[in-house]
C-alpha cells in the first residue's frame, strides 16, 4: 500500500488535471467564504470605508466620486472603481476579492513555471497562496481596499518573476508578464498612498533585467528589443495614473491621483513639519507650540485656530488627549476639515493655491531664519525620520514580521463587532454590495450572531490558520537555509564559471521577495510608531503573508529533488 501510494505520489501530474484541480480549489475556497458577511459601521468610518462606498456609488450614478470637498481627493480611490465595476458586473464583493486572490494566486505559481518541475509542485504552490488565511482575515470583511491591495500587488510580483524567469525566451513568451506587472504597479498605485513602495522591486529587478538582456550573446537590435521592452510595467503604470488624473481633472480641474499624498498640501503639511518645536514630542510632527508660531506667522493659517485649538468637534473627533495633542496620524485629517469649515475646499483649485500659498510662506520663513527649522524643504504629510526613532521601530518592525509569519489577528469573522447601523441604512449597502452585514446580534448581547454552520465552517477555517500558524514558520526557516546553500554553491560555481543560465535569477528574484516582505514590516513599523500608535495592525500587514507564502514555497518547491530550467 505503501509503495503504491509512494508511486502515485511521483507520478506527474497532467496538464489537464492541474487546471481541473484548480478550479476546484478555487470553488472550494469561494463556497467557504461565501459563509462570511460584511462589516460596516455606517457614520463611523467616513475617512475610510464610507468614504470609499459614497464615492462608488457616485461612480455608478455617472459623477465620478461625488461632489467635491475637503474628503473627496483625500485618498487614492481606485478600490471604489472597483465597488463599482463588482456592482456593475452584479458579482458579490467578497466573492469578487477571493476570485482576485484566486487569480493572484495562480498568476504566482505560474510565474515561477519555468523554475517547478511538473504541476504537481504549481499546484501546491497555488494552493498554498489561495489558501492563505490572511485573504480571509476579519479585516478584508470591511469595504475598504486592503481587501484588495495584497491581491493587486502580488499581480505586480508575479509579472516580474514571470518575465524573469522567461527572459531569455522569446518576447513573444515574455511581454504578457510585463503587462500583467504594469496593471498591479497601476492598480496598487492607484489603491492606496503608499502604493508606491513597490518601485524598489520594479527599479533594481529592472536594472538586473538590462543588465542581463546587455549580456546575451545576441545582435545589438535584439538587445535593445529587450530593454526598451523593460518600460512596459512603468508605462501601464503612467497610463493608470494619467487616465485616473484625467477624470479628476475633467471632474474638478485637477490633474492628479490626489491632493493629499501629492501636490500643495503635502507640500504645505511638509512644511509645518519642517518648523521645529521648543521641545520635541513622539508622534507629533506637527505640536502645539508650532502652531501658534504659525498662526502668528502666516496669516492663511491665522482663521484654523479656532477650529483646530478651541472647537470641541474638531477636539473630539482627531486630538489624542493622552498626547493632549494632534498626533502625526490625525492632524493632517483636522487640517484639512478646518480649511473646510473656512471655505478653503469649495473647489479643487482653490484648495490647491491655498495650500501652495501656505507651504510657499513657511518655507520662505524657515529660509530667512524668521523661523527655526528642523532641516531643508520637504514634501509629503509622513513625519521626518528622526534618530529616537530607529530603536521603537526596529523593534515595531521585528515584531510586524512575527506577526505575519505567525498569522496573527487573521480570524475569518468578527467575534466582536458587528455591523452598526439603521435598518434601512444597512439595506442600501447590502443591496448594492451584494452581501450581508453581520448585523444581527446574539439573544441578550451586542456580540454578533452567526449560524451553527457559518460556526462550523469558521471553525474549519480556524484550522487552516492554526495549521499556517506552525508551517509557515517551520517552512520559512527551510526556505532560507536552501537560498544560504544555493547562495553558497552559486559563487562556487562561479568561480568556475559553471552556473547555468537562469540559476542566479531564481536566487536574486527570492531574495527581492523577502526584502519586499522586511520592506513592508519596517515601514509599516515606522508609521505606526511616528504617527498611528494603535499598535501592531493586520491590515497594514496584509501584502506581508503572500511575500513569505511565496517566498517558503517557491524556495522550497525549487529545490526539491533536483531542479532543472525547464520551458512550462
Not at 5 to 24: A, D, I
Not at 356 to 377: F, H, M, R, S, Y
Not at 436 to 458: H, R
Request: charged share 15%.
Amino acid at each position: 500500500m505503501a509503495t503504491k501510494l509512494h508511486n502515485l505520489f511521483k507520478k506527474e501530474m497532467s496538464g489537464r488535471l492541474f487546471w481541473v484541480l484548480v478550479v476546484l480549489i478555487t470553488l472550494v475556497k469561494m463556497g467557504m467564504t461565501r459563509f462570511q458577511m460584511v462589516y460596516t459601521w455606517i457614520d463611523g468610518a467616513p475617512l475610510d470605508d464610507e468614504l470609499m462606498f459614497r464615492a462608488a456609488q457616485s461612480i455608478t450614478s455617472g459623477q465620478w466620486l461625488g461632489a467635491y470637498d475637503w474628503l473627496t481627493l483625500s485618498k487614492h480611490m481606485f478600490f471604489a472603481v472597483w465597488l463599482a465595476v463588482c456592482h456593475w458586473l452584479h458579482l458579490p464583493y467578497l466573492a469578487a476579492g477571493q476570485l482576485l486572490a484566486c487569480g493572484a494566486a495562480l498568476a504566482c505559481c505560474m510565474a515561477f513555471a519555468p523554475v517547478l518541475r511538473g504541476y504537481k509542485q504549481r499546484l501546491i504552490l497555488f494552493a498554498v497562496l489561495a489558501f492563505s488565511p490572511a485573504v480571509t482575515a476579519s479585516f478584508t470583511l470591511r469595504v475598504y481596499r486592503d481587501n484588495i491591495f495584497p491581491a493587486l500587488c502580488m499581480l505586480f510580483f508575479a509579472g516580474i518573476c514571470g518575465y524573469a524567469l522567461r527572459c531569455r525566451e522569446s518576447l513573444a513568451n515574455g511581454l504578457p508578464w510585463l503587462l500583467l506587472a504594469g496593471v498591479g504597479l497601476g492598480t496598487a498605485w492607484l489603491t492606496r498612498e503608499d502604493g508606491m513602495w513597490l518601485l524598489p522591486f520594479a527599479l533594481v529587478g529592472s536594472l538586473i533585467l538590462l543588465v542581463t538582456a546587455c549580456m546575451q550573446p545576441q545582435s545589438w537590435m535584439k538587445k535593445a528589443a529587450r530593454c526598451v521592452v523593460l518600460l512596459v510595467p512603468f508605462a501601464v503604470l503612467a497610463a493608470c495614473i494619467g487616465a485616473y488624473s484625467a477624470m479628476n481633472y475633467l471632474y474638478y480641474g485637477v490633474f492628479a491621483v490626489s491632493d493629499f499624498s501629492s501636490g500643495s498640501f503635502a507640500a504645505a503639511v511638509g512644511a509645518m513639519s519642517r518648523v521645529k518645536a521648543d521641545e520635541w514630542k513622539p508622534l507629533a510632527s506637527v505640536p502645539t507650540d508650532v502652531r501658534f508660531k504659525l498662526y502668528d506667522a502666516v496669516d492663511a493659517l491665522a482663521p484654523l485656530e479656532y477650529w483646530l485649538e478651541e472647537d470641541e468637534s474638531l477636539q473630539n473627533s482627531f486630538r489624542n488627549p493622552e498626547l493632549d495633542d494632534y498626533q502625526s496620524g490625525s492632524f493632517y485629517w483636522a487640517l484639512r476639515k478646518a480649511a473646510w469649515y473656512e471655505g478653503v475646499y469649495d473647489s479643487a483649485q482653490k484648495a490647491q493655491a491655498y495650500w501652495q500659498q501656505v507651504a510657499d510662506e513657511i518655507n520662505a520663513l524657515c529660509d530667512a531664519g524668521q523661523l527655526a527649522a528642523n532641516g531643508p524643504k520637504r514634501v509629503g504629510t509622513t513625519p521626518p525620520i528622526r534618530a529616537e526613532y530607529i530603536a521603537p521601530v526596529l523593534v515595531e518592525g521585528v515584531k510586524s514580521f512575527l506577526y505575519s509569519l505567525t498569522f496573527q489577528d487573521c480570524a475569518p469573522y468578527d467575534a466582536v463587532n458587528r455591523s452598526i447601523g439603521l435598518p434601512e441604512d444597512l439595506a442600501v449597502w447590502e443591496s448594492y454590495l451584494g452581501d450581508t452585514a453581520n448585523d444581527a446580534a446574539q439573544a441578550g448581547t451586542d456580540l454578533p450572531y452567526y449560524s451553527p454552520i457559518q460556526k462550523l465552517v469558521y471553525t474549519g477555517m480556524q484550522a487552516i490558520q492554526w495549521l499556517y500558524a506552525i508551517g509557515l514558520p517551520v517552512a520559512f526557516v527551510a526556505a532560507l537555509v536552501l537560498q544560504v546553500r544555493s547562495g553558497i554553491q552559486l559563487l562556487a560555481l562561479h568561480k568556475q564559471k559553471a552556473v547555468q543560465p537562469g540559476q542566479a535569477m531564481l536566487w536574486v528574484l527570492l531574495l527581492g521577495l523577502l526584502a519586499m516582505a522586511l520592506l513592508r514590516c519596517f515601514m509599516i513599523a515606522f508609521v505606526e510608531v511616528a504617527s498611528f500608535n494603535i499598535g501592531t495592525y493586520v491590515m497594514y500587514l496584509s501584502t506581508v503573508h503572500p511575500l513569505l507564502l511565496l517566498f517558503s514555497g517557491a524556495g522550497i518547491l525549487t529545490q526539491w529533488r533536483k531542479n532543472l530550467w525547464q520551458k512550462y
